[in-house]
């Protein structure tokens, strides 16, 4: 038994192939009915059944066109296009669960602050305390283009502009609407007090507003906030602002080394080190035996796309596999996109051949593939010897891998004590940390708060 309890996100995107490339052409998966409601509420309640602690959904601004210097691979194997909003999932899938969280990923370099943090309040409102918000700052030229802008800004200025707009949003959020202002007296005819609603007026190195929040305060009025950042600028980021951090897995001695180092960050920032929860991303292909899931894993490798993986990981740091040989050594230089990917593919000198091979799902996570028993030997070796407090569990062919965890898998690590029998009550933050709807009071967020 572990001596903590898994935290558990489905990863998902609003798309057809989100990280294990080419399972989309499975003939049991229903992925290309993405753009419909029932896809997503259907996958709700399944998740809710497994008593997931929250559907995350990525998104990117851009399309993927660094390999081979175009998008006809990315359209062909549907990598992460088409790619619709995750925002306007929430509401329907909220309408149909009690307790399921929602991950909703926004890239602040696009999103104006001020209505960005309505629409947050909007969706905290609706599902009462349910969402969180994965800051991204974005990492495609492609994006930046179609905004409108010649090239993104470098990567550590992307950071700077979200310290900006982080405080920015935690004025709206936290200061600008008291506890109690909105009162609600009918009888009084009095809905709000205007003195307990305060104006906002920040003058910042790259916003400016001069207004008051639009929404009353939601049950956790700052959603859940979750960000990856394993660049060195990026950890400083997450360890000031994050409350769910998201890592690349590598071998567990790196991946003990940077929860180690992530975790003393935020006490230096004066947090607390259990005040970050810190994930890591994996598949897992199970069955009631190891022979059927190794089966299973081989009729999943036979529709899986390893050059659609490349193409991805291709936009991730920047370079141009297909003008490679399958074993040249490959210039990786000085990235403007995911430096920390850029970095460990370096150090290792991966060539385009232990690429594909990598990615013989489609994807560089970790797999897991076994009966009920093995999986949950290996979740909770994970948690044992890196001190990671959860994963963020990718689809393979779907609906089928969510239901085959719920199934299978969650019995077998309740069996164990190592994930809870049944949620907690309130909101995604204290379902999560057990404290409370509110960021608390040592979270850089708490100094916007009225005095």
């Known amino acids: ?19 294990n490339h080419g399972l989309w052409a499975h003939p049991r998966d229903n992925s290309i009915a993405y753009n419909t409601l029932q896809y997503w509420t259907d996958l709700a309640r399944t998740l809710e059944r497994g008593l997931f602690d929250s559907l995350f959904l990525a998104d990117i601004i851009g399309v993927y066109d660094v390999y081979q ?23 329907a899938m909220a309408a149909v669960t009690r307790h399921l969280g929602f991950g909703v990923t926004a890239n602040l370099s ?4 001020y209505l960005f943090a309505r629409r947050m309040s909007t969706l905290d409102h609706l599902s009462q305390g349910r969402v969180g918000w994965n800051i991204v700052t974005g990492y495609l030229d492609s994006g930046a283009r179609a905004m409108g802008l010649p090239v993104q800004d470098e990567h550590d200025k992307r950071y700077d502009r979200a310290e900006d707009y982080l405080e920015l949003v935690y004025k709206l959020w936290e200061g600008s609407w008291e506890e109690g202002a909105a009162l609600r007296d009918k009888a009084g005819r009095q809905f709000a007090d205007a003195s307990r609603i305060h104006r906002i007026r920040h003058q910042g190195p790259f916003y400016q507003l001069d207004g008051y929040h639009l929404s009353e305060p939601s049950r956790q009025r700052t959603p859940l906030l979750f960000q990856a950042g394993s660049s060195a600028r990026g950890q400083q980021f997450a360890t000031r602002h994050a409350e769910g951090i998201f890592i690349a897995a590598q071998d567990k001695e790196k991946t003990r080394q940077l929860v180690r180092g992530i975790r003393q960050q935020a006490i230096a920032q004066g947090r607390r080190a259990e005040d970050v929860k810190i994930f890591i991303g994996i598949t897992v292909i199970v069955d009631r035996s190891a022979a059927l899931a190794q089966q299973k894993f081989e009729e999943y490798w036979r529709y899986a796309s390893p050059e659609a993986g490349l193409a991805h990981f291709a936009s991730s ?44 799902l489609g994807s560089r996570y970790p797999t897991i593939v076994g009966d009920a ?28 891998s969510y239901e085959d965890f719920v199934e299978l898998v969650v019995p077998e690590l309740q069996s164990r004590g190592s994930y809870k029998t049944a949620y907690a009550e309130g909101s995604l933050r204290h379902k999560v940390f057990g404290a409370g709807d509110l ?10 708060r009225p005095r």
């Open 317 to 360: 740091i920047g370079v141009d596999f297909s003008r490679y040989g399958l074993d040249d050594p490959i210039e990786y230089g000085g990235s403007n996109a995911i430096q920390s990917a850029a970095a460990t593919a370096a150090a290792s000198q991966l060539t385009r051949r232990t690429l594909l091979e990598r990615f013989k």
């Open 1 to 19: 038994m572990t001596h903590k309890q898994i935290l558990l996100n489905a990863f998902n995107m609003n798309c057809v192939g989100h990280i």
């Open 110 to 113: 696009y999103e104006p602050p």
């Open 439 to 448: 960021l608390p009071a040592r979270h850089a967020a708490a100094s916007f």
């Open 373 to 400: 028993a093995k999986v949950a030997d290996e979740l909770e070796g994970w948690i044992r010897d890196t001190d990671i407090d959860g994963f963020n569990l990718a689809r393979t062919v779907t609906p089928e």
């Open 69 to 91: 210097q175009s998008i006809d691979l990315t359209a062909r194997e549907a990598v992460q296009l088409p790619v619709n909003d995750p925002a306007l999932l929430v509401p």
